[in-house]
């Protein structure tokens, strides 16, 4: 759901989550680079806004995780192991998707060709659909280049209806500027 509806990066965004990276009330996540010596991969830290249906999602996760403890203490990572296993212990980082990414594609009978990094690509075209500024979603998404974003306009013709929509004319934006 996160990766699909926000856009994050698997591994080097959303598997690096901290709870106090979540904004619920402000609807926000804020994606740090460069602590702990981890950066992400335009190295720069930036606020993605969350859609609806991932702010009830992540109220949920919230709810059910936060205040877990493991051996008495709490994770501070929003994707972490809620038991100890031969690999890792109860609280630590998940460091991989791999997994529960092949029993959700399976469950959903995605094609086999179908992958976790094409969620993110969801977000870019279903924003540019939708008729997003090209620039909020370069900053939403943390694309160095707006020409990385606009590689993704060629799979989005509704952009081109502004093109034919009837908007104001020059008179009535002549009078709007006085």
């Known amino acids: 759901m996160l990766l699909g509806e926000a856009g ?7 598997l690096h989550l901290r709870w106090s990276d979540i904004d619920l009330a402000g609807g926000f996540i804020h994606v740090v680079s460069g602590r702990d010596g ?3 991969k335009a190295g720069k830290s930036r606020h993605v806004p969350m859609t609806p ?11 059910r995780f936060r205040f ?3 051996t008495g203490k709490r994770s501070e990572y929003v994707f972490h192991h809620t038991r100890t296993l031969r690999r890792h212990k109860a609280g630590d980082r998940v460091k991989a998707f791999k997994g529960g990414f092949a029993k959700a ?5 995605l094609p086999s060709t179908f992958r976790l990094h094409d969620l993110r690509h969801r977000r870019v075209t279903t924003w540019l659909a939708e008729g997003k500024p090209t620039a909020l979603v370069q900053a939403a998404m943390g694309h160095a280049s707006i020409t990385t974003t606009e590689k993704y306009l060629h799979l989005v013709p509704q952009h081109l209806t502004a093109l ?7 008179e009535e934006l002549r009078a709007l500027a006085r």
Do not use: C, N, W
């Open 53 to 63: 249906r991932l702010q009830e999602a992540m109220k949920e996760h919230f709810a």
């Open 164 to 170: 034919v929509e009837d908007g104001p004319s020059r």
């Open 8 to 14: 994050l990066r698997a591994y080097s965004e959303a």
């Open 38 to 40: 981890h950066r992400t």
């Open 68 to 70: 877990a403890t493991y």
């Open 105 to 109: 594609k399976k469950a959903a009978e």
